[in-house]
């Protein structure tokens, strides 16, 4: 019995070829957190050195001030000598990137919402909800965030 190549089974074939691969790209890997890790329980990474990324030096954060990092959409105070604090840099009214930090406030150029530098905790709204927190850590001189 011969059997002859119709545009049916090519289409077919070929979506067959291409849903297969959908799913093998997609997943199969059993862990669907799509995050990665290369931090051991002991805090360090695959380096061995401390976990997370240096975001600056603890000079660079002026007491009863702050500095925003853009990239990482990340705010880092500190509140009071020696005390460091992270927050998420976006504003929890229509989420724009926070602009300046400043006389106690880290401050949204949108609206005017504006959040106190210790714990996120709104000041002046249109927000009603504080900045979420972010995990920070300070080893030696470094801000890492984790």
Excluded: W, Y
């Excluded at 995050?35 to 002991?42: D, E």
């Excluded at 954060?61 to 927050?87: H, L, N, R, S, Y």
Aim: hydrophobic share 30%; with cysteine.
């Amino acid at each position: 019995m011969t059997h002859e190549t119709t545009r049916r089974t090519v289409l077919l074939a070929t979506g067959a070829t291409g849903a297969a691969a959908l799913v093998a790209a997609c997943g199969g890997g059993g862990d669907d957190s799509g995050s990665t890790s290369t931090q051991s329980p002991t805090g360090e990474d695959a380096t061995g050195g401390p976990a997370g990324r240096v975001l600056a030096d603890i000079g660079e954060i002026p007491v009863g001030g702050g500095k925003i990092f853009k990239d990482e959409e990340v705010v880092v105070t500190q509140p009071e000598q020696g005390e460091f604090k992270a927050f998420s840099a976006i504003c929890t009214h229509q989420r724009c990137l926070v602009s300046t930090v400043s006389d106690g406030t880290i401050n949204c150029p949108c609206h005017g919402s504006k959040f106190q530098i210790a714990d996120g905790a709104v000041s002046q709204g249109p927000a009603t909800r504080p900045l979420p927190a972010e995990k920070i850590t300070v080893e030696g001189n470094s801000v890492r965030l984790t």
